[in-house]
C-alpha cells in the first residue's frame, strides 16, 4: 500500500513571495489534515477534510494560508504571501474516517523563507 | 494551542537502556496516542491507548494511561540506536475531533 505522498520536499523563496505544496493521500481514507510543524515544535492543525469538505481551520490563517481537496481525494495547501515565521516543515497526514484513529504521515516538506 | 507536554525535553541514554518519557494532558480524552519522528522524516504511529484502557504493551513498547492525573508514559525497553528519534503524544480531546500534540521528547541512544 502506497503512503502519503507529498511534493516538493523542499522549497527556499523570499518573503512576499507564494507558495504551494501538494498532497496525495492513503487510497480510500475519507480524512485529511495538514499540520506546520516549527523546528523544536510539535505538529500544529491548520486544516482538517472530510472527503472535500473543511472540518476544522480554526488555527489556519486565513488571511495568507488557503486549502483545497477539490475532488476529495488530492489537496493542495497555498501561502501567499509568505513572510519569515512560515519557515517550517508542512506535513500532511490521512485517515481512514473521522474518528482520529491512526493517522498517516508523508514525509513533509520543509520550507524555507528568506 | 499545545494539549500535551512531553518530559524530559530531551534524553540520553546507553544502548540497551530502558527509556521512559511523560506526558501531561488538561482535558477530558477519548485516546491518546505516541507517534515516532526521525530527523527530517514524518511522523509513524506507535500506539494508541483509550480512556477506558490503563496499560498496553507493543513489542518493546509499553504505555500507561491515568486519566485521574491527566498523564500518560510511554516506556521503550532494551533500547537500539535506531530508537534515537523525537517521540510526540498527541490527544484526542472529547468533543474536538482532533489531535493536539505535545512539544515531544527528543530520545538519543548512545551505542
Known amino acids: 500500500e502506497a503512503g502519503v505522498a507529498q511534493s516538493p520536499r523542499y522549497k527556499i523563496i523570499e518573503k512576499r513571495q507564494s507558495v504551494a505544496f501538494w498532497c496525495n493521500p492513503i487510497s480510500g481514507h475519507a480524512t485529511l489534515y495538514w499540520y506546520q510543524q516549527i523546528l523544536g515544535q510539535g505538529p500544529k492543525l491548520l486544516i482538517q477534510?472530510?472527503?472535500?469538505?473543511?472540518?476544522?481551520d480554526s488555527q489556519l490563517p486565513k488571511d495568507r494560508f488557503s486549502a483545497e481537496r477539490l475532488k476529495g481525494v488530492d489537496s493542495t495547501l497555498k501561502i501567499q504571501p509568505a513572510k519569515l515565521e512560515d519557515s517550517a516543515v508542512y506535513l500532511c497526514?490521512?485517515?481512514?474516517?473521522?474518528?482520529?484513529?491512526?493517522?498517516?504521515f508523508g514525509p513533509g516538506t520543509r520550507l524555507l523563507v528568506l | 494551542s499545545q494539549q500535551g507536554e512531553e518530559d524530559p525535553q530531551a534524553l540520553s541514554i546507553q544502548e540497551g537502556e530502558n527509556a521512559t518519557m511523560n506526558c501531561s494532558y488538561k482535558t477530558s480524552i477519548n485516546n491518546l496516542q505516541w507517534y515516532r519522528q526521525n530527523s527530517g522524516r514524518g511522523l509513524v504511529h506507535l500506539i494508541l491507548?483509550?480512556?477506558?484502557?490503563r496499560e498496553k504493551h507493543s513489542g518493546r513498547l509499553r504505555v500507561t494511561l491515568d486519566t485521574s492525573k491527566k498523564s500518560s508514559s510511554l516506556l521503550i525497553t532494551a533500547s537500539r540506536a535506531a530508537d534515537t528519534a523525537s517521540y510526540f503524544c498527541?490527544?484526542?480531546?472529547?468533543?474536538?475531533?482532533?489531535?493536539?500534540f505535545g512539544q515531544g521528547t527528543r530520545l538519543t541512544i548512545n551505542p
Open positions: 497526514a490521512s485517515s481512514l474516517v473521522l474518528t482520529q484513529e491512526t493517522q498517516y
Open positions: 477534510f472530510q472527503n472535500n469538505g473543511v472540518v476544522d
Open positions: 491507548i483509550r480512556s477506558n484502557e
Open positions: 498527541a490527544t484526542d480531546g472529547m468533543g474536538a475531533q482532533k489531535l493536539v
